[in-house]
T-cell receptor, first 110, second 113 residues
């Protein structure tokens, strides 16, 4: 099956710093989502981005489907950005399941 | 409803007992997924429903696990004869149709003692 690799596995930042999280996938996908899992366990949708670039406030994401990777940019990080960031992909063919990467655990210190 | 709703939020059960976990999807969402997340781990797919049918049950870990969906809406995940290794957060996700965003509920934290 398709493999999803996220890097780095862990990241520690000082408040105000910028960071880039990466998601590599091993096969063609027709769906890619980024989620933030907050310390209470809730999965929050960040981006639905099978291709192209999107921005939402301090966050932006780029997916280059032909090269099988996606990047999540966090600028001017805040302590509330702490948590785990997951990338999830879906293979073409309809209602296939989302396959999750192992996540990047981010801690932002004041 | 406005979001995916799961109940209960927390469940503590004794080893060997059966439990039922419930998922209420967003109105109009035809696809429904169950995932499991063990402590500090990623999300493990369990089962997918399209309407009331389950074309993909490949993630169910044993025959103690079963799920159903009625009326194309509410889904119930049942775990029989619970074991300590079943302790995890069980998450439900739904989406309107293919190639659209999936949205997750807040999860049910199951603890088997």
């Amino acid at each position: 099956g398709i493999q999803v690799e996220q890097s780095p596995p862990d990241l520690i930042l000082q408040e105000g710093a910028n960071s880039t999280l990466r998601c590599n996938f091993s096969d063609s996908v027709n769906n890619l989502q980024w989620f933030h899992q907050n310390p209470w366990g809730q999965l929050i949708n960040l981006f639905y981005i099978p291709s192209g670039t999107k921005q939402n406030g301090r966050l932006s994401a780029t997916t280059v489907a032909t090269e099988r990777y996606s990047l999540l940019y966090i600028s001017s990080s805040q302590t509330t950005d702490s948590g785990v960031y997951f990338c999830a992909v879906e293979r073409p063919g309809g209602y296939n399941k989302l396959i999750f990467g192992a996540g990047t655990r981010l801690a932002v210190h004041p | 409803g406005a979001g995916v709703s799961q109940s209960p939020s927390n469940k503590v059960t004794e080893k060997g007992k059966d439990v039922e976990l419930r998922c209420d999807p967003i109105s109009g969402h035809t696809a429904l997924y169950w995932y499991r997340q063990s402590l500090g781990q990623g999300l493990e797919f369990l089962i997918y429903f399209q309407g009331n049918s389950a074309p993909d049950k490949s993630g169910l870990p044993s025959d103690r696990f079963s799920a159903e969906r009625t009326g194309g809406s509410v889904s119930t995940l049942t775990i029989q004869r619970t074991q300590q290794e079943d302790s995890a957060v069980y998450l439900c996700a739904t989406r309107r149709e293919a190639n659209t965003e999936a949205f997750f509920g807040q999860g049910t934290r199951l603890t088997v003692v």
